[in-house]
């Protein structure tokens, strides 16, 4: 799945909507430290009242949001063992494909079992799984109208599952409007915090409209800290690469064929060209398949652009070789770069941490001044600081 194919589906997780039906809606209920099923409800998810709905939905939405490859993975499942009867991938599809909802909840609820069973949670936890169509519209054409449209769709089945903790509300202090009294108002029953699920998954994925039941889509709780035994253990998946994980093997690449010290127009120039694979990639019509990747021929490449002198495609290969023992590696050059749209390059000192856009990096230099060492940035307007235009000091030297 792409960020396009993720967006589009989380948007459909509204009310009395005909692009996304959910049938069944099963709830199960797990107390903290328990191995154990506490409670489960299933129901049809039209049965439940329109509040209801609608928290379930903005919480559904919630699992599906995130940047791609930092708190939603793509994961590919393990080969599935002679004679394992709990794989993962064997009980999604198995209850995607069931007649009978008795079935569907049989399967779902030995994941469920599955995730207390890898390690008991700290808190009580309601584990949500829904069955569902998603119907996907065609590519409008200039001269279509909106009914036209949808004459033709892409129909995917799917299940979804959040996890969300409890908590038990605070207690506070009324006052009793009836007795005319002060009363402190007790409650017991826990809080289900849809609001911030602590992880979930889409299953199957899709990938050029079409379902790929090999892979599943994981939702962590936090950016860039999924659960690797879950993934492993409970959906038997592959080992994946955080977009963080990725950047710092770019880095260690780059400092092995250049050294530990760059200037700022430099790393600027890097940034730069691989920015611009993005771009050409972003117009292209077909951006899943024009993805860009960083290997040796495009590091090499990117290194030169920039002005590094002395690079070689053998040089290169050998940082490969050193950092990640894998010469054919390939890294997603939307892991690599900084957020263009934002400053988001972080120059941290003892005296002050300054925020800056990667394309204004190369107004950013080190420089000695009266014998100390100074960050000097080029700037084209008048600089303000608490309301007074800032004096010019003498030129370096």
């Known amino acids: 799945m792409n960020k396009k194919d993720i967006a589009d589906i989380r948007k459909r997780f509204k009310l009395d909507t005909d692009l996304l039906k959910i049938a069944e809606i099963y709830n199960i209920y797990i107390q903290q430290e328990s191995t154990e099923i506490f409670h489960e409800e299933s129901r049809s998810f039209a049965m439940l009242d329109r509040d209801q709905q609608e928290l379930f939905l903005e919480n559904f939405k919630k699992v599906l949001g995130g940047k791609l490859d930092a708190k939603m993975f793509e994961v590919k499942f393990q080969p599935q063992e002679e ?20 079935e569907w909840k049989a399967n779902m609820q030995r994941i469920a079992l599955k995730m ?43 299940i979804l599952c959040s996890m969300n903790q409890t908590e038990l509300p605070k207690s506070s202090l009324v006052f009793d409007f009836v007795e005319k ?21 889409l299953f199957p994925s899709f ?124 890294m997603k050059a939307s892991h690599i770069v900084p957020s263009y749209a934002s400053k988001s390059i972080k120059i941290n000192t003892k005296v002050a941490n300054i925020a800056i856009s990667p394309q204004d990096l190369r107004y950013v230099k080190e420089v000695n001044y009266n014998g100390k060492r100074c960050i000097l940035i080029e700037v084209e307007e008048d600089t303000m600081i608490e309301g007074f235009k800032l004096l010019a000091e003498e030129e370096l030297e």
């Open 83 to 102: 004679g394992q009867a709990d794989h993962t991938q064997k009980l999604l599809y198995e209850g995607l494909e069931a007649s009978e909802v008795a």
């Open 116 to 158: 207390v069973e890898e390690r008991p949670y700290e808190k009580d936890m309601v584990v949500t799984f829904i069955r569902g169509n998603y119907h996907k519209t065609t590519r409008r054409q200039p001269d279509e109208t909106e009914i036209d449209m949808r004459d033709e769709v892409y129909t995917t089945s799917f």
């Open 181 to 201: 009294e002060y009363k402190a108002n007790v409650l017991v029953d826990p809080v289900i915090k849809l609001s911030s699920p602590i992880g979930g998954f």
């Open 207 to 330: 990938t050029d409209n079409a379902a790929d039941i090999h892979h599943i889509l994981y939702a962590a709780g936090k950016a860039n800290k999924p659960d690797f035994q879950f993934i492993e253990n409970v959906l038997n998946g592959d080992e994946i690469v955080t977009a963080e994980e990725e950047k710092a093997v770019f880095e260690e690449i780059v400092k092995a064929v250049i050294g530990e010290e760059v200037n700022s127009r430099t790393l600027a120039g890097v940034y730069d060209e691989i920015n611009q694979m993005l771009v050409v990639a972003e117009e292209s019509e077909d951006d899943e398949e024009s993805a860009p990747v960083l290997d040796t021929t495009e590091i090499t490449r990117v290194l030169k652009a920039s002005g590094v002198k002395e690079v070689s495609p053998e040089k290169v290969e050998r940082a490969f070789q050193q950092v990640v023992q894998d010469k054919t590696y390939e």
